[in-house]
């Protein structure tokens, strides 16, 4: 068996090269990744449950040590893998804001008619009293990173201060989570700043942010 692999998970309407930042800075520091393509743009959730699985299974049994760095909409499909899988190698989780609570603009996009009929994924992140996240198991360290730099229109408009302009704060936090801290960027920038890189790594070394 291999030792350690990190697999990263992007988000809505994004590919792998949305998270080139993050690849580029963990192999620079020697960790071993594996970047994935989703159809998180027309796929529903369970669509890229099933393409996640065709990319990574035969590699995740081949490691002792697991883990993923998700942005976004990409957390709850990690999730939804880990359970679909019942994986039991993952060690660490950070995801950079994932709504775990669900998405007010996505409630918002429901309204527009055809929109989610399209852009499949946003079904799955509607706040509403079916709303549900799987929770990991408490081996597995979990580390929430969250933005709230809200500077788009929409995030103006419909969401509060205390949001990535995407995605609220307080939508971020999760039962599970060991930590979470609080960045002062937008949702689309989050997974490409230097101070975020810095904290995943050391998340990854470590189990913790080291922030007190």
């Known amino acids: 068996m291999k030792n350690e692999i990190i697999i990263l998970v992007h988000g809505f309407f994004k590919n792998k ?3 080139a930042y993050l690849e580029k800075g963990l ?6 990744i594996l970047s994935v393509n989703l159809p998180t743009t027309f796929g529903s959730i369970e669509d890229c449950v099933k393409s ?14 697991v883990s993923y760095v998700a942005h976004s909409m990409g957390g709850l499909i990690v999730r939804d893998y880990i359970k679909y899988i019942n994986q039991n190698n993952v060690r660490k989780c950070i995801f950079i804001a ?14 527009i008619p055809f929109y989610t009929k399209i852009f499949k994924p946003i079904q799955s992140i509607l706040p509403d009293s079916s709303f549900s996240y799987h929770k990991l198991n408490k081996n597995v360290k979990v580390g929430l ?12 408009l419909f969401l509060s201060e205390k949001s990535d302009g995407r995605v609220d704060v307080c939508s971020v936090k999760a039962g599970d989570a060991n930590e979470m801290i609080v960045l002062p960027f937008g949702h689309k920038e989050i997974h490409k700043k230097e101070e975020t890189l810095m904290y995943v790594k050391r998340f990854l070394s470590s189990g913790t942010f080291g922030v007190s």
């Open 27 to 32: 192999r620079k520091s020697s960790f071993n």
């Open 52 to 65: 996640l699985h065709i990319q990574v299974n035969d590699i995740v049994n081949e490691y002792n040590d």
């Open 145 to 156: 990173i969250a933005g709230n730099r809200n500077k788009g229109i929409l995030g103006k």
């Open 17 to 19: 090269k949305d998270m």
């Open 98 to 111: 994932t709504p775990h609570s669900g998405s007010k603009l996505a409630r918002i996009a429901k309204f």
